[in-house]
Every structure is written in C-alpha cells, then in structure tokens.
C-alpha cells in the first residue's frame, strides 16, 4: 500500500504537517546528532584522550540518560525536538525504549535507514517519535 502523493511524513501516525507536533526533518535530526556527537567528543578529548570507544560509549550514555529523563538529548533541546513514545505520545520514553534507540543510533547505519513511516529505523524499533516541539 502507497501512500497518496500528497502525503507527508507522519500523516499515517496522525501528526500535523509541520510545525509544533510535526515529525521531525531530516536535516534538523542530523544537526542534532552532529551536536551530541561534538560534545561527546570534547569530554572523551577532554578526559580520555580522544579514545574511540570511549567516545562512543559517551554518547550512547548520553543518549539513554537524557532521553530517558528529559525526553531530549542535548542536540534536541538546542534545536528544538523532543523523544515521544509512539504508543501514547508521552514523553519521555522509558529508559528500555532510550536504551534501544541509543544503541542503534551508536551503531549508526539504522539512523539513516528510513521505517516507511517518515521515521527511521531506530525510533521504529524503539518505539518513538522525534517531534518537534
């Protein structure tokens, strides 16, 4: 089944076209990212001498805990987006849910595959929603 050529992303979920509520872009999802993964890095530069995993592991953490309490990671807040659980639309998920959606998005590839829904991979498996707010 396709969607009608007018459709927009998340309009089968039920969310606006754009503006407070919408699905967040693209363009604003990897701005997001380029900013946690740059603060991560300044406190693996910082503390563990730029070290890979270490890096990783940070932003993953980073990722799981401030999803899972403020509903945002610090590239969300700063641009504007909030996590929403799919199922009723609160936020923030639960810490299982960030923790699922933390660990693909560390593992990068399912970022940038597209769930059919205007969401990628990772906030289908996990069960969210990147709204704007």
Avoid at 67 to 96: K, N, Q, Y
Wanted: hydrophobic share 50%; aromatic share 6%; glycine share 12%.
């Amino acid at each position: 089944m396709t969607a009608p050529a007018d459709a927009w992303p998340g309009q089968g979920l039920g969310l606006p076209e754009s503006g407070r509520g919408s699905l967040a872009a693209p363009g604003r999802r990897v701005a997001a990212l380029t900013v946690d993964w740059l603060a991560c890095s300044l406190v693996s530069f910082a503390f563990f001498d730029y070290n890979p995993v270490v890096t990783l592991g940070i932003f993953v953490l980073e990722q799981v805990l401030l999803i899972a309490t403020l509903g945002g990671s610090f590239g969300h807040v700063l641009l504007g987006m909030r996590v929403h659980r799919t199922v009723d639309g609160a936020t923030p998920p639960a810490p299982l849910a960030a923790l699922v959606r933390a660990v693909l998005v560390g593992l990068f590839v399912p970022a940038l595959l597209p769930g059919g829904d205007g969401r990628q991979l990772h906030d289908k498996a996990a069960g969210t929603l990147l709204l704007r707010r």
